[in-house]
């Protein structure tokens, strides 16, 4: 398995909140899923875990094997920056830099990476932007930025990638184009996909699709 959740707990001590309770989950090598339910569920909650960005209460959370509680926040890092690509409803690239150098971004930590600039032109050949390599967020649309946010998450070559709301903030034909394009690189490239996701067009384009409903999963 990819990821395991073992009756995963996660709550809050002041205010005291439960948000989740008792999570059992597993992702295959390859595998994607949906993630739906209403806000305040618990999705992001949910997915920070699988992520390795925030640790549960009680209960196993396990990453291709290993025990996420038993690694050093070092390698808590390399496992979120090397195997694990992120997608958020923002795109969050940098302004000042152009959409090549933004893609580059998650290789400048670690060793140097000589094939990285030819594997973030040719993501941005897939994603459709090849002709904006030189061009800065603020030059692109938001669907364009969006797309630049998914060929960074993918430069490192992750095994997983995480999308939080990737279409929220897209109308309708961006946010379907980019729903078709997680999906095909999910079967292109083997990435295993969690979306968390309010459209429920996108949500049963997915092989499988599971439910959160106040911190209980379903599906
Ligand atoms: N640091 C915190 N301390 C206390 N409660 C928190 C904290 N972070 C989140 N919560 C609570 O946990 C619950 C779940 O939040 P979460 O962000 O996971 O929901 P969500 O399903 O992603 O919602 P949305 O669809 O609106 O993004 C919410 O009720 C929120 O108020
Ligand atoms: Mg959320």
Request: contains cysteine; hydrophobic residues 40%; charged residues 20%.
């Amino acid at each position: 398995m990819l990821l395991e959740l073992q009756h995963v707990h996660k709550g809050y001590a002041s205010p005291p909140v439960e948000v989740l309770r008792d999570i059992n989950f597993q992702l295959a090598d390859g595998e994607a899923v949906a993630i739906v339910g209403p806000s305040g569920s618990g999705k992001s909650t949910l997915l920070n875990i699988l992520g390795a960005l925030d640790r549960p209460t009680q209960g196993t959370a396990l990453f291709d094997g290993r025990d996420l509680a038993t690694l050093t926040e070092p390698e808590l890092a390399a496992i979120r920056n090397r195997q694990i690509g992120f997608i958020f409803q923002l795109h969050h690239l940098l302004p000042q830099c152009t959409v090549l150098e933004n893609v580059l971004i998650p290789t400048l930590a670690g060793q140097p990476d000589a094939n990285a600039s030819d594997r973030a032109v040719k993501l941005l050949e897939r994603v459709g932007l090849q002709h904006r390599l030189e061009h800065r967020p603020g030059q692109l649309s938001g669907g364009e930025c969006q797309r630049v946010a998914v060929a960074r998450a993918l430069i490192n070559q992750p095994k997983l990638l995480l999308a939080d709301e990737p279409t929220g903030a897209l109308d309708h034909a961006n946010a379907t184009g980019l729903g078709q394009l997680l999906i095909e690189l999910n079967k292109e490239q083997g990435v295993a996909l969690v979306v968390v996701t309010h459209s429920l067009e996108l949500a049963k384009r997915l092989p499988k699709v599971v439910e959160l409903r106040d911190g209980v999963l379903n599906g």
